[in-house]
Every structure is written in structure tokens, then in C-alpha cells.
């Protein structure tokens, strides 16, 4: 009967450090494989649905049109207007975004989209008019 609780003993705490063992491997190669690729913004639009950022995102942060010109071709010929909003949450700075785009009018809208960075959300409207 000694026998078979000290071999229980002995079966439970093997099984203990084994579990012990692979959890702390597994979150160690976790962190490791996140900080490899570190983006300029952490979230965004429809990113939880395996949606890429746009390609004219960073461009458009950046407030770089002709960089936005040369990475979407169709707007090489076009009079850009990037406007931004902040807010504290993605609705708020859409809502202002929507705000500026009103004022606008004269100008067409290519996308939108909003991101975050270092906390803060971030919306950008990619707005043209045909150069005649």
C-alpha cells in the first residue's frame, strides 16, 4: 500500500513539472515570434477579420501624396486631399472624420479607414478631384 501511494506521488509530481515545463516554453516562443514584426500601428479596421492594411495608409499618415500616387496608380492623375482625425476610440474619430469629408464636397472619396497608434485611433479619408 506504501508502495502504491509513493508511486502516486512520484507519478503526480513528474506530471506536475512536465506541465510546468511546456507552458513556460510555449509563452516564451509566443513573445519571442510577436516582437520579430513590429508595426507601425497595432489595430485597424477589420484587421480581426484578416483584413491587410491599405496600401495608401501609411502614405497617407505620413501626409505623403506622392507616394500615395505612386503605390495607387489610378489617383496618378488626380489632386489628392488626405484628411485625419483623433479620437479616443475608432467611432469617435470617425465621426469626425465623417465631419471634415462634408466639407469636401467638391472633392470625391477614395477609402477611409482608421487605425491605432500608441493609444490613440487614428481615421484618414483618401479624397480626390480629376485634374482637367
Given amino acids: 500500500m506504501k508502495t502504491l501511494i509513493r508511486t502516486l506521488?512520484?507519478?503526480?509530481?513528474?506530471?506536475l513539472l512536465a506541465?510546468?515545463?511546456t507552458t513556460s516554453a510555449g509563452n516564451h516562443y509566443i513573445e519571442k515570434k510577436q516582437n520579430q514584426e513590429k508595426l507601425l500601428f497595432e489595430d485597424w479596421k477589420y484587421k480581426?477579420?484578416?483584413?491587410?492594411?491599405?496600401?495608401?495608409?501609411?502614405a497617407a499618415y505620413e501626409n505623403e501624396s506622392a507616394k500615395i500616387k505612386k503605390l495607387v496608380t489610378e489617383l496618378s492623375d488626380s489632386e489628392l486631399l488626405i484628411l485625419q482625425a483623433e479620437g479616443i476610440n475608432s467611432d469617435q474619430a470617425d465621426k469626425?472624420?465623417?465631419?471634415?469629408?462634408a466639407d469636401a464636397s467638391d472633392f470625391i472619396l477614395y477609402d477611409?479607414?482608421?487605425a491605432m497608434h500608441d493609444g490613440k485611433y487614428i481615421a484618414i479619408a483618401l479624397m480626390y478631384k480629376e485634374i482637367l
Avoid at 96 to 101: F, V
Fill in 48 to 58: 480581426g477579420f484578416g483584413q491587410e492594411l491599405p496600401v495608401w495608409f501609411d
Fill in 9 to 15: 506521488l512520484v507519478l503526480l509530481f513528474a506530471t
Fill in 96 to 101: 469626425l472624420l465623417k465631419i471634415q469629408e
Fill in 19 to 21: 506541465s510546468c515545463a
Fill in 112 to 114: 477611409s479607414c482608421w
